[in-house]
């Protein structure tokens, strides 16, 4: 199998998707209004509502839901074999995660920019809502724990990606200077912006930085991982223009160019895919292909934690209801490509099948580490770009990406925090809602140990959850569109399966971590499905009562006598 038949077939559906599909979605479902009042102008503070150009939001948001997940997912699901992952992300690309990541911004964006949580509250119930927070803590808790070692290991592996990781903290806040303060022309700090990151990927990989074994009492890991929760709790209090909006659209650009360099390597060198279509030789002890395949692949196909960014602040910085398709579902768009060229790089970046199974002898055993080694070499082939920098250079790639969602994450964990504080009596300052995020997040990230390995403990729960999110957001969607006597088709069959094999999933998943006697993970596996359920029967019941109640003609913000999210 060619590996470029593979690329430009993939492409070509993923971006028909967006020309076709995303553009009746818009007309048709969502009828998206230029002439709406989106809430970064009706509540703009210049914090959180922030009127935002189209391509500096897209760059914001796409590279918040992107993360490494796009990357690990796929090469850790490609075991396989490389068919079934390659249809569950084109295809899921363009009917599960555009439509959802659109759907939930416009509707976050129709009530004032509440979060997907406070949508749940008036659109299924008091009690929908309560336990729809428990799931959305405890998917953000994974999220910013996991990431944080994810990025401490890929620190301490890759040396060369330190500099460039950290300094293009300095560009981003030079960005949000330039575009914001001094109004400078968008196009010369992009490319400005752009040249200064790939130049500190030079430097970084001429100078790389390793750590001695232990710092300040501390492992290299667990120090990184410190420094990272540091630096998040900073991040996610500052206003979103003067780091987290620069930052994201920089990565944005990066990653383009990054997957621009890998796929133009591909069509260079047009290296063969080794791995099996359909893999009927998986190493012992790997799981069904069903539905593990569709949990593994979550970010990608569809992700669960996407409505929580496209709710929690993509929806408060859209300057116009109609940038709703461009940010929404061409961000999904842009982590479709990550997918896509993940499973390329993972499974043609090899000389051999054998090569091939020796990295993939086990489940789990691929991921982040695959797709540097495969892409570094098709880079290499391709383009003669020197192996080291070949890896520098998809390595800051899966850091920044994982940093920018971390970013996102602890944000958002902060608003959630909040809104449990109001649900209790508790209104929380957002200083210390972020404090208490970060001391949970790090409880669970050294509770199994002080190298700070326990934020990987609860990765199985990870693609899981996310999935069953997605399920819930859709749920909301699917009343709102019957409230408003909408078709409701291209929202309820993805809920349907997306509900049915993520608690399929956890169900296998019980008794996974019964057998293996990990407690911990058991308890939260109960939690959610107890949670997730629950949801999804007061989710039907308000779509029973949105069919029986008389049509709504139009949902307006002045309509709605909830408060505005976070003012």
């Known amino acids: 199998m060619s590996s470029l038949i593979m690329a430009v077939v993939g492409v070509v559906m993923i971006v028909t998707g967006y020309l076709l599909y995303s553009r009746f979605l818009a007309k048709k479902i969502y009828r998206l209004d230029p002439d709406f009042e989106t809430p970064s102008h009706r509540y703009n503070d210049g914090v959180d509502y922030v009127p935002t150009n189209k391509l500096v939001l897209w760059g914001h948001h796409f590279t918040s839901v992107a993360g490494a997940a796009p990357i690990v997912g796929p090469a850790v699901a490609v075991i396989w074999g490389w068919l079934p992952a390659f249809l569950w992300v084109t295809l899921g690309t363009i009917f599960f995660a555009g439509m959802h990541d659109l759907g939930a911004l416009w509707a976050s964006a129709r009530n004032k920019g509440q979060s997907i949580g406070t949508l749940s509250g008036r659109y299924i119930g008091k009690h929908g809502r309560n336990l729809f927070l428990v799931v959305i803590f405890l998917l953000l808790l994974m999220v910013n724990a996991a990431f944080a070692v994810v990025i401490s290991n890929l620190l301490v592996s890759t040396p060369t990606a330190v500099i460039p990781t950290w300094g293009a903290i300095v560009v981003a806040l030079l960005v949000g200077q330039a575009i914001y303060r001094f109004k400078w022309n968008l196009a010369w700090v992009s490319i400005v912006g752009v040249v200064a990151l790939y130049a500190l990927i030079l430097l970084g990989d001429r100078y790389p930085i390793e750590l001695p074994e232990t710092i300040l009492g501390l492992s290299a890991n667990a120090f990184w991982i410190v420094v990272l929760f540091i630096y998040a709790g900073i991040a996610s209090t500052l206003p979103v223009w003067m780091l987290l909006q620069p930052r994201d659209y920089i990565n944005g650009l990066q990653l383009f160019i990054g997957l621009g360099i890998l796929y133009l390597s591909i069509l260079i060198s047009q290296p063969t895919v080794v791995a099996p279509a359909l893999n009927e030789n998986v190493p012992d002890g790997t799981p069904g292909i069903f539905p593990l395949l569709f949990v593994t692949i979550a970010c990608g196909a569809i992700s669960g934690f996407h409505g929580i960014v496209s709710s929690g602040t993509s929806s408060k910085q859209l300057d116009k209801e109609t940038d709703a398709r461009f940010v929404g579902y061409f961000g999904a768009v842009g982590e479709g490509l990550l997918a896509l060229g993940t499973i390329i790089a993972v499974t043609a970046g090899y000389q051999t099948l054998a090569a091939w199974e020796e990295v993939y002898s086990a489940f789990n055993e691929g991921g982040v580490v695959a797709f540097v080694q495969g892409g570094g070499t098709i880079i290499n082939a391709g383009l003669g770009i020197p192996p080291s920098l070949s890896a520098t250079i998809l390595a800051t790639m899966a850091v920044l990406f994982a940093a920018t969602t971390m970013d996102t994450g602890v944000r958002l964990q902060r608003f959630v925090v909040g809104e449990i504080g109001e649900m209790i009596g508790v209104k929380l300052k957002p200083w210390l809602a972020t404090i208490i995020a970060l001391v949970v997040t790090m409880g669970l990230a050294?509770?199994?140990?002080?190298?700070?390995?326990?934020?990987?403990?609860?990765?199985?729960?990870?693609?899981?959850?996310?999935?069953?999110?997605?399920?819930?957001?859709?749920?909301?969607?699917?009343?709102i569109l019957l409230q408003l006597r909408r078709p409701i088709w291209p929202v309820f069959i993805p809920l349907l399966f997306v509900l049915v094999v993520s608690v399929y999933a956890l169900i296998v998943q019980l008794g996974t971590f019964y057998q293996q006697g990990n407690w911990l993970l058991l308890v939260m596996d109960i939690v959610i499905l107890i949670c997730a359920l629950w949801v999804i029967i007061e989710a039907f019941r308000a779509m029973v009562r949105a069919r029986q109640e008389p049509p709504v003609a139009e949902f307006l913000p002045e309509d709605d006598e909830l408060e505005p999210a976070e003012k």
Not at 449 to 476: C, E, H, R, Y
């Open 446 to 479: 050294f509770g199994a140990g002080a190298d700070g390995s326990g934020g990987m403990v609860i990765w199985p729960l990870f693609g899981t959850t996310n999935q069953l999110l997605a399920a819930l957001t859709l749920s909301i969607l699917t009343v």
